[in-house]
């Protein structure tokens, strides 16, 4: 089966733009779905971006998801950084099985 | 409103037995499969099974068959996770998630958090 790859950790500003990466080790990036989660400290996660692009009802738009066949990745753009984003993200996706990526720890400072 | 609501925390000794619970609501049970995640303390999230309560289809990770057993009873909307002899390195977080695709939950349990120490 295939891997996700997260940066362990990124950081930025409130009011900034962060993307996170999440890299697939072998197979297309595009053949199939990715999922984005955020988790808060001490709650489940919860889907802001679903079917690589698609943004559940009560995200608001500053979260968009997007791949790239070149670099075989998926990112989670969030734009307008609130302190609220602070959070642990995490990729999915499927091939046979599910798979998480790693996850990564927003920081926002 | 969808709803999967766990069973409460456990503390458990090395070698004993434990089955906690996800029932679900707000939608038609046995027309979603089910999904268990483990994430272990301070870690990321890992997938251990599926299972489909219409036919109770179920799927394991590689990483988790054999060590654990997934069911469920279509007749209450619940799901089950169960260990026959549970190690310390069974501590861990476990959610429970409706899959309404392949490579996708879309609503998640509040998380079972199961603590093995002697």
């Known amino acids: 089966n295939f891997m996700l790859t997260q940066p362990h950790s990124v950081s930025e500003s409130p009011g900034k733009t962060v993307t996170i990466s999440c890299t697939r080790s072998s197979g297309s990036i595009a053949s199939n779905y990715v999922q984005w989660y955020q988790q808060r400290p001490g709650s489940a996660p919860t889907t802001v971006i679903y079917?690589?692009?698609?943004?559940p009802s009560g995200v608001p738009d500053r979260f968009s998801g997007s791949i790239d066949s070149s670099s075989n990745s998926a990112s989670l753009t969030i734009s307008g950084l609130k302190t609220e984003d602070e959070a642990d993200y995490y990729c999915?996706?499927?091939?046979?099985?599910?798979?998480f990526g790693g996850g990564t720890k927003l920081t926002v400072l | 409103e969808v709803q999967l609501v766990q069973s409460g925390a456990e503390v458990k000794k090395p070698g004993e037995s434990l089955k906690i619970s996800c029932k679900g609501s707000?939608?038609?049970?046995?027309?979603?499969?089910i999904g268990w995640v483990r994430q272990m303390p301070g870690k990321g999230l890992e997938w251990m099974g599926i299972i489909y309560p219409g036919d109770s289809d179920t799927r394991y990770s590689p990483s988790f068959q054999g060590q654990v057993t997934i069911s469920a009873d279509k007749s209450i909307s619940t799901a089950y996770l169960q260990w026959s002899s549970l190690k310390a390195s069974d501590t861990a977080m476990y959610y429970c998630?409706?899959?309404?695709?392949?490579?996708?939950?879309?609503?998640w349990g509040q998380g079972t958090l199961v603590t093995v120490s002697s």
């Open positions: 998630a409706r899959r309404p695709a392949a490579g996708r939950f879309d609503y």
């Open positions: 707000g939608y038609s049970f046995t027309s979603y499969w």
């Open positions: 999915q996706s499927y091939d046979s099985s599910e798979v």
């Open positions: 079917e690589d692009n698609q943004r």
